[in-house]
Nanobody
């Protein structure tokens, strides 16, 4: 069973930065895609950023230019660097990996941005 553990969340003022980490209990070389989602109460999960095996990335329009997704295969970790944070970025952030027909989710971590 693959496990994903997020860390790095917390409370930050608007305009500040946080870096989220997602450590995966297997090597990341054969993972097809690694994603960060976010969810607020009563809303569906929103795809925030994706990095695929080639290293190509994609972002939601709401975070382009502010967030950066990256991966470190040696550490089996995917990161989400979040800069210029806004109160509307407040959410539970979850990482997900896709490998073949299966996907695996982390438990999520709270990010709160105060105005």
């Amino acid at each position: 069973q693959v496990q994903l553990v997020e860390s790095g969340g917390g409370l930050v003022q608007a305009g500040g930065s946080l870096r989220l980490s997602c450590t995966i209990s297997r090597n990341t070389f054969s993972i097809d895609a690694m994603d960060w989602y976010r969810q607020t109460p009563g809303n569906q999960r929103e795809l925030v950023a994706t990095i695929i095996s080639s290293g190509s990335t994609n972002y939601a329009d709401s975070v382009k230019g502010r967030f950066t997704i990256s991966r470190d295969n040696a550490k089996n970790t995917v990161y989400l660097q979040m800069n210029s944070l806004k109160p509307e970025d407040t959410a539970v952030y979850l990482c997900k990996i896709v490998t073949g027909p299966k996907d695996y989710w982390g438990q999520g971590i709270q990010v709160t941005v105060s105005s």
